[in-house]
């Protein structure tokens, strides 16, 4: 078992700069990979940004790519999102996400199997 908490959401204007935190506990070293995935109103759950467990290689969603950076802390226990520059269009519940076993896209939410309960960001024009 994998538990998530994640932490720093808030409201912020446009341009401005928001961190995400998640704090990852349980059995840490069966996870494959993490990753940040979003979901605004009406619309399906995307991912954001991955990072494998073992070598930190990271992954990014074009909308996002060379404004967010996703991390984590070198015991594994932390996973983070650093956003920048941010967009009204950023505006959305952000949930971090762990898997334990490869098979698909790292964008697809069902290769995951624990998930935070996740925390919001609004981003205001």
């Known amino acids: 078992q994998v538990q998530l908490v994640e932490s720093g959401g808030g409201s912020v204007q446009a341009g401005g700069s928001l961190t995400l935190s998640c704090s990852v506990s349980?059995?840490?070293?069966?996870?494959?990979?993490r990753a940040w995935f979003r979901q605004a109103p009406g619309k399906e759950r995307e991912g954001v940004a991955a990072?494998?467990?073992?070598?930190?290689?990271?992954l990014y969603a074009a909308s996002v790519k060379g404004r967010f950076t996703v991390s984590q802390d070198s015991a594994k226990t932390m996973l983070f999102l650093q956003m920048n520059t941010l967009k009204p269009d950023d505006t959305a519940m952000y949930y971090c996400?762990?898997?334990?076993?490869?098979?698909?896209?790292?964008?697809?939410?069902?290769?995951?199997?624990?998930w935070g309960q996740g925390t919001q960001v609004t981003v205001s024009s």
């Open positions: 349980g059995s840490i070293a069966s996870t494959t990979h």
């Open positions: 996400a762990a898997a334990t076993r490869w098979g698909t896209i790292w964008t697809d939410s069902k290769g995951y199997q624990y």
């Open positions: 990072i494998f467990t073992g070598d930190g290689t990271t």
